[in-house]
């Protein structure tokens, strides 16, 4: 039985609600609105404490404090977004609980203006559980998206704590990979998979029409090497980066997106001189709508991860972007990225075998991406979003 559209949803976020670079999270939302919910968005309060010495972790600060006592504002028709206010320094003990309580009454707060009853509790990340005490709801949803442990400057035994607390209590635990479905497997018997997908409908519009070139590639020799994502010392292999651009003479790679979102401290060296090559076109992020133009004015796409246990994890969005834009695909070799040979996906282990690889991208013929495109309509969000509403459902 499908999801009543009656039903309200409070969703805790892995993400702010205004980022450069959307998530699963984001789709859900506007897609779950669309179908007549109440939708309150509450972004994230972060895994680790703010630190002073990240300007990134100030702004988002000095961000939330503008908008403290503003409540919930409203997106979308039913769908709206809480920003609660994180507490510098929230590793200690005592400032945990405090910010525990001052989450759960700004949200409680919120859920009374929006006149919000029972909604259904569904949590991107492990510190949701923070609110299934907090709060009355009907059911608990845990939507594990990544293995957070990972991450720069957490505590990965809190992480651990909060997520065995969620998959004890959850009525539905959903994983977007295979390899965190086994992981939370080992916990619970019926984790279901909802593995990534893509909005096919936008991203096939690089191979359906012809796009403007963004001014920014204008002056750029082909073959251009994309990748398109945060640029983070924590995901990003500047090694792997360096044997794309060899791979072929003359060619040129394009980053769009952020760079150092989610790391701690300084870039390092490595990807400072990497952005410093003149072969390389860094223009920060771009609005989600505009990303099809440029993958269409580019020939091969990067994933160009490190091998961690945090990527091992990831099964990332932008794998059903670039294909449904018809892209051929780079990726470093992790265990959800291999086996996809057939819908245009490449792997290597090493720099060596990367720019093989990228080499041999580079060479396809550009006729190949409609059928590499129309390969991946499958894997779009309208199947994915009445999967989710069916199990939803259920609860």
Known sequence: MSLDPGIPLVL????VWDTPAPVNVHQIARRFAARGHRVLFVESSGLRGPSVSSSHDLQRIAARLRKLGGGPREVA??????????????????????????????????????????????????TGLLLADRIPHRGLVYHCVDDYAGNPGVDPERIAELEAG????????????PVLAERLGGQRADVRLAANVAD????????????????????????????VGNLAAYRIDPALLRAAL?????????????????????????????????RVRAVGPKP???????????????????????????????????????????????????GLEREGVRTASTPAAYSEA????????????????????????????????????GI
């Open 166 to 177: 969620l998959l004890e209590r959850a009525e539905l635990v959903v994983a977007t990979s």
């Open 246 to 278: 060899d791979a072929a003479p003359g060619a040129a790679l394009v980053l769009v997106g952020a760079a150092g979102l989610g790391d701690v401290g300084t870039m390092p060296p490595a990807l400072t001189s990497l952005l410093a090559d003149p």
């Open 77 to 126: 028709p039913g769908l709206f977004v809480l920003g609660p206010l994180a507490l510098p320094g929230a590793n200690a003990q005592w400032l945990r609980r405090v910010s525990g309580w001052a989450l759960g009454a700004q949200v409680a707060g919120a859920m009374r203006r929006l006149g919000m009853d029972r909604p259904i509790l569904w949590s991107f990340v492990p």
């Open 12 to 15: 805790v976020a892995s993400a």
């Open 358 to 393: 990228v080499a041999e991208a580079v060479e396809e013929p550009r006729t190949a991406r409609v059928a590499r495109s129309r390969g991946a309509q499958d894997h779009g969000w309208e199947a994915r979003i009445e999967t989710l509403a069916e199990w939803l459902g």
């Open 200 to 227: 096919t409908s936008l991203f096939s519009r690089a191979v359906g029409s012809a796009l403007p070139e963004p001014d920014e590639l204008a002056d750029l020799p082909h073959p251009r090497l994309l990748y």
């Open 288 to 338: 989600h709508a505009e990303l099809p133009a440029w993958m269409q004015h580019c020939d091969v796409a990067l994933i160009p991860f490190l091998d961690s246990a945090h990527t091992r994890a990831s099964l990332p969005l932008k794998l059903w972007e670039y294909l449904s834009a018809g892209l051929p695909v780079v990726a470093r070799a992790l265990p959800n990225l291999e």
